[in-house]
């Protein structure tokens, strides 16, 4: 039973496509994150949704945007994709605050 | 920019040996947490220290924070080669549970 799971799991496109990652939590948690990891293995926030609101969002291109359909899920949708979107894109959830994260396995996206 | 450096940013040792790993930071915080990423993983938490906690264990790993000087170590004893990953450390200043994560320390346990 995976906690956080992340679709898919290796993500190639070609510049200038549209893609979306897809991110599940079976914890019951009511916060949800996203994160990139980039090559040198930084890993940034990006946005975090509690119950379904947006509350943290950081200096992202407007290309990203999450979307929380409810608590357990948070999608991430990335328009006009470009070669510096290449990364690692994890998910994580928590529950309340001042908690430990719940990461998902990634998914490696790779613009050519 | 990252709030938290770990020290050092590579580390070999041999199995059933211990390792220290280090972390500073530049502000306050309301927690520090440490995480492992094994190659081509998701993170795992390992430990979470409330700003006025200064020592926790768990199993084999140790955590201590000196708030006054910013820094943090997590001590893993007796690796194993299973223990080989990188390292994470990741400070909450507040508000929202916004984690901002260091470099990470690779940390390289040989049988």
């Known amino acids: 039973d995976t906690a956080v799971s992340q679709t898919p799991k290796y993500l190639v496109t070609q510049m200038g496509n549209d893609k979306s990652i897809k991110c599940e939590q079976n914890l019951g948690h009511d916060t949800m994150y996203w994160y990139k990891q980039d090559s040198k293995k930084f890993l940034k926030i990006m946005f975090s949704y509690n119950n379904k609101e947006l509350i943290i969002n950081e200096t992202v291109p407007n290309r990203f945007s999450p979307k929380s359909p409810d608590k357990a899920h948070l999608n991430l949708h990335i328009n006009s994709l470009e070669l510096g979107d290449s990364a690692v894109y994890f998910c994580a959830s928590s529950q309340g605050a001042q908690s430990e994260q719940y990461f998902g396995p990634g998914t490696r996206l790779t613009v050519t | 920019s990252q709030q938290g450096e770990e020290d050092p940013q590579a580390l070999s040792i041999q199995e059933g040996e211990n390792a220290t790993m280090n972390c500073s930071y530049k502000?306050?915080?309301?927690?520090l947490q440490w995480y492992r990423q094994n190659s081509g993983r998701g993170l795992v938490h390992l430990i979470l220290i409330r700003s006025n906690e200064r020592e926790k264990h768990s199993g084999r790993l140790r955590v201590t924070l000196d708030t006054s000087k910013k820094s943090s170590s997590l001590l893993i004893t007796a690796s194993r080669a299973a223990d080989t990953a990188s390292y994470f450390c990741a400070t909450d200043a507040g508000g929202y549970n916004k984690l901002i994560f260091g470099a990470g320390t690779r940390l390289a346990v040989h049988p």
């Open positions: 502000t306050s915080i309301n927690n």
